[in-house]
């Protein structure tokens, strides 16, 4: 069952002189800041348009064909956004190419940290397959110390704190409640059978600023992974460091590597995390890249 933490509000707004393209917009994402930018380039290229609001949760993926006639998305919001749009405009089974501008204005914004900037990029988004559906993702996937911390960073993420502290509040509740082993039964990728944490990315930064994944390049079609051995609480909190600096693929109990595609079956159902949204009782999945590419650039907001 997938539990989806935070606000969903969006504002689609359908330029009428570019038939081509539409704006998403996150208001709250970023506490205001992405309502902001919008605004203020919205009154700077003198738009006209046509707005749709929707306070419902999954509104991009249960209204998706309202998005599957544009070929060109200006997205104004965080990472969460960006999931929401990718993931309405792989229902819509296009086959055109689709660009999307990304106006970076939420609380963590990892994935524009492995792009280059303003340049459009051919990007395969990662695929996240499980019992009961499919999933795309853009930056990472995973169960363990990253999918708890996300989990308790969904707490206060929005609320109380934003970005990296919030992360860092969930990286905090993990070491004192601890993160549940996870058991490998089978895997089409060879990493010891006991983990502490199980990660796939596409991109390189996760959870506000972890250097996660050091080794993935959103230029290449392939799944980079990462796994560990077991972690104790105080060696974790040592450790620590090596989660920003990308020492992270030094360190003796990490294995990692890429792949086109990862099957993988867990002795019991798991939490993951996907692009920080929580989702639970997976216990057999597969990764790997979709089939066709879209094209994507950031622009820092205005």
Not at 3 to 19: A, P, Q, R
Not at 219 to 226: G, Q, R, V
Request: glycine fraction near 10%; include cysteine.
């Amino acid at each position: 069952m997938r539990e989806t933490h935070g606000c969903n509000i969006f504002v689609l707004c359908y330029h009428k002189n570019m038939s081509e393209g539409v704006f998403v917009v996150n208001p709250v994402s970023g506490g205001g800041r992405a309502k902001r930018a919008f605004l203020h380039f919205r009154k700077l290229l003198g738009l006209q348009c046509d707005v749709v609001v929707s306070t419902s949760k999954g509104y991009l993926l249960n209204e998706f064909s309202k998005l599957c006639s544009y070929r060109k998305f200006y997205v104004f919001g965080g990472d969460g956004t960006l999931n929401e749009v990718i993931n309405a405009i792989y229902q819509c089974r296009v086959r055109d190419p689709i660009y999307i501008t990304v106006f970076p204005s939420g609380s963590g914004n990892d994935f524009v940290k492995s792009l280059p900037y303003a340049e459009f990029v051919e990007f395969y988004p990662g695929v996240f397959r499980y019992e009961e559906g499919e999933r795309y993702f853009l930056n990472a996937l995973g169960t363990g110390l990253d999918a708890y911390t996300a989990y308790y960073a969904s707490d206060v993420k929005g609320k109380y704190l934003r970005g990296i502290p919030a992360y860092a509040y969930g990286l905090i509740k993990t070491m004192i409640l601890g993160a549940s082993t996870t058991s490998v039964v089978d895997a089409s990728i060879d990493i010891p059978h006991s983990l502490s944490l199980m990660s796939f990315g596409r991109g390189a930064y996760v959870g506000g600023g972890f250097y996660l994944l050091p080794h993935a390049d959103v230029k290449k079609k392939s799944i980079a992974w990462l796994v560990a051995r077991y972690i104790s609480p105080f060696e974790l909190l040592h450790q620590i460091p090596i989660l920003f600096n990308g020492e992270i693929l030094h360190y003796e109990k990490v294995s990692y590597g890429h792949a086109n595609r990862i099957d993988i079956k867990l002795e019991e159902p798991k939490v993951f995390q996907v692009d920080g949204e929580i989702i639970k009782g997976v216990s057999q999945f597969s990764v790997y890249t979709a089939d066709t590419p879209i094209y994507v650039r950031y622009i820092k907001p205005l």
